[in-house]
């Protein structure tokens, strides 16, 4: 289905110059890892990470701005606020609304996240503890969605976390997964996580990455689901085996930025 004439030496080069154009701490500017990427304790990163990325769908200067509210309302302070917050603490994110997620969605989250934190350590331990269970990232996203739904919560809150045995593509988890793990010293993605291989880690699929990936014949599927995610994600660990999501950057600039 390949629409360009490369060879596999020259989509890999081709790649490779767009990997290295689009992960750079410019590319922080205009994307939401810009929230997280203001604090520096590790579980004040994965939590202003996580809210960042949960919200990251319709315009990025949107998304930024009300991820930045967020964490300002947490008093700069995520970790700290969601291991002590009450009741009423919470209140004040009722007036919240990104798109569909609303006050109640947001509330939810902060309680699902004060439950990961005081009762199975933390985001990193959820996610690790679900891949050694089940062997795959995979099997680690579906595990993480089970327990953040422990907590008591609105039916309508389900759809914000993404079901991968429903075949969603979970683009916001595995591109939050991409910053914690990924560590390239390139000054973009974090590298926090350790019990996850960057060889494990799958394309955060969304629509730029999806058209660019046709036309360059590394995806055949039309939906943008879990089949095709794991289609490309394998295609692109071809070139780089041990961390096949880096080509991430090279997709989604060829598509928001080059308009390929």
């Known amino acids: 289905m390949r629409t360009t004439n490369f060879s596999f030496s020259d989509l890999k080069e081709f790649l490779e110059e767009k990997y290295d154009l689009y992960n750079r701490e410019s590319f922080i500017t205009t994307d939401p890892i810009q929230i997280p990427r203001t604090f520096s304790k590790k579980e004040d990163v994965e939590i202003a990470g996580f809210l960042s990325a949960s919200i990251a769908w319709g315009q990025r200067p949107t998304i930024i701005r009300n991820a930045k509210w967020l964490v300002d309302r947490m008093d700069q302070q995520p970790h700290e606020f969601i291991l002590n917050a009450s009741n009423t603490d919470f209140e004040v994110f009722k007036s919240f609304k990104h798109r569909t997620f609303n006050g109640d969605d947001c509330i939810f989250f902060l309680k699902a996240l004060q439950n990961i934190y005081k009762n199975h350590g933390g985001l990193e331990n959820v996610f690790a503890k679900g891949t050694d269970d089940s062997g795959t990232v995979k099997g680690a996203l579906a595990y993480f969605r089970d327990v953040f739904f422990e907590a008591e919560h609105l039916d309508r809150s389900q759809k914000h976390i993404s079901n991968v045995m429903k075949k969603?593509?979970?683009?916001?988890?595995?591109?939050?997964?991409?910053?914690?793990?990924?560590?390239?010293?390139?000054?973009?993605?974090?590298?926090?996580?350790?019990?996850?291989?960057?060889?494990?880690?799958?394309?955060?699929?969304?629509?730029?990455?999806?058209?660019?990936?046709?036309?360059?014949?590394?995806?055949?599927?039309?939906?943008n689901d879990w089949q095709a995610v794991e289609e490309i994600t394998k295609n692109l660990g071809k070139f780089d085996p041990a961390d096949p999501i880096k080509y991430d950057y090279a997709l989604f600039g060829l598509g928001a930025f080059e308009k390929f």
């Open 168 to 223: 969603s593509a979970a683009k916001r988890l595995n591109m939050y997964l991409r910053w914690m793990v990924r560590n390239d010293d390139r000054g973009v993605d974090f590298g926090l996580w350790d019990q996850i291989s960057s060889a494990d880690l799958y394309l955060p699929l969304d629509v730029h990455t999806g058209n660019v990936g046709r036309k360059l014949g590394l995806l055949t599927r039309k939906q």
